[in-house]
């Protein structure tokens, strides 16, 4: 005989929701190694399972996805107890990734790690995001849910974006919404301007700033005019390819050390060697000499390998 599993009321109504989940195909893993004994591992699957209903079940757009259309994501939070009883710190790890048409390639749309998350968990408490009222009644306690909403949207931004010209603005605006309306308490960091130079204020605010509106034709040009022609044209859709990186100068130039920009190249270094190692010896040349300059951080990688 099979054992029959109780399932919290407050999971219960959150898969009661899910045939409106249209748009994530959402995985969450919760690290609690770090967590000392006193707390029961249960509860962190507990929190695992939450996560993922919730990033999962939620409708997040007004539009209908296909099973095949869901967006792959991941996220890795990694706790930290802190002193005071049930609240944690934490890193989150977000990535996501695009189909390529006419291939079984998913092309890397986001991949962050954001080492600002604090919030306050006891198992079976109510998991709640309200976009009206984003802080809710208690911020340690609504930090984490609001987190996890403002990631969501950016990944929708980004994967909107790279379909059609601008086309992510509604979901950046809904986490702009976030950002302005974020929970606020002792511990909590990583929604203002002044809590560093590279943080989810900074993230959605370079997506929206006008003085950076280039931004989103790169983004559109990278994946909808060059990587989703490749295998139909290879050479075509290199040339649009080597315009992206043309773009990307020009907007490094004028807009030195954002954060927008270094954003955009992590995890497409592989991809970019790849595309650039077939090309004619001169575009080769051209393209490294122009990672080197815009994606400092994998300088010696396209130097080395794209000789």
């Not at 099973?67 to 934490?90: M, R």
């Not at 990535?95 to 600002?116: C, G, K, M």
């Not at 998350?117 to 006891?122: G, M, P, Q, S, T």
Request: charged content about 20%; aromatic content about 14%; some cysteine.
């Amino acid at each position: 005989m099979k054992s029959i599993k109780i399932i919290p009321v407050f999971l219960f109504g959150l898969l009661l929701n899910r045939a409106n989940a249209q748009e994530l195909n959402a995985r969450v893993t919760v690290n609690s190694s770090q967590v000392g004994t006193n707390v029961s591992k249960k509860a962190f699957e507990t929190l695992q399972n939450v996560l993922t209903i919730f990033l999962n079940s939620r409708k997040w757009t007004g539009d209908n996805f296909l099973p095949n259309e869901k967006i792959d994501c991941n996220f890795l939070l990694n706790l930290k107890q802190t002193e005071e009883a049930n609240v944690y710190s934490a890193s989150l790890t977000i990535q996501a990734a695009r189909p390529i048409f006419s291939t079984s390639y998913l092309s890397p749309l986001v991949n962050y790690h954001d080492e600002d998350v604090v919030f306050k968990y006891i198992e079976f408490q109510q998991f709640v995001f309200n976009e009206n009222n984003v802080s809710g009644s208690d911020a340690q306690m609504s930090n984490l849910p609001a987190v996890f909403a403002y990631y969501a949207y950016l990944i929708l931004g980004f994967d909107y974006d790279s379909y059609s010209l601008k086309g992510g603005n509604p979901y950046f605006l809904k986490a702009q919404n976030i950002v302005n309306n974020a929970p606020e308490a002792r511990g909590i960091t990583g929604w203002k301007a002044f809590d560093g130079v590279r943080n989810r204020y900074w993230l959605v605010e370079n997506m929206l700033n006008s003085r950076y509106a280039i931004m989103h034709d790169i983004i559109y040009n990278y994946y909808r005019l060059s990587l989703d022609k490749l295998y139909e044209d290879e050479n075509g859709g290199r040339a649009q390819m080597m315009n992206v990186l043309n773009l990307l100068n020009n907007f490094n130039s004028d807009n030195p050390n954002t954060m927008i920009n270094q954003f955009f190249f992590q995890g497409k270094t592989n991809e970019l060697i790849k595309i650039f190692s077939k090309a004619p010896q001169q575009d080769k040349m051209r393209a490294s000499e122009l990672l080197q300059k815009i994606d400092l951080t994998n300088s010696a990688r396209y130097k080395n390998e794209l000789k």
